[in-house]
């Protein structure tokens, strides 16, 4: 299985539309986004980008008005 491996800094946060740093470490430390890190450098997959941003679409029916 090909995992496509993104560097976990402000150049590799731009897969996730330009996400605050502050943000996006803040969500690793809560547990909502996981990372992977190598030696001294942690990055993030595809599929976690993809995972995390499934979690947030909100079915049409369930949008409060």
């Known amino acids: 299985m090909e995992q496509h491996l993104y560097r976990f800094d402000p150049d590799g946060l ?15 430390k809560a547990g909502s986004l996981y990372v992977v890190k190598i030696g001294r450098a942690t990055y993030i997959t595809r599929a976690e980008i993809e995972r995390y941003v499934a979690s947030l679409d909100v079915p049409q029916g369930e949008a409060s008005a």
């Open 14 to 28: 731009q897969q996730l539309g330009d996400m605050p740093r502050s943000t996006a470490y803040a969500l690793v």
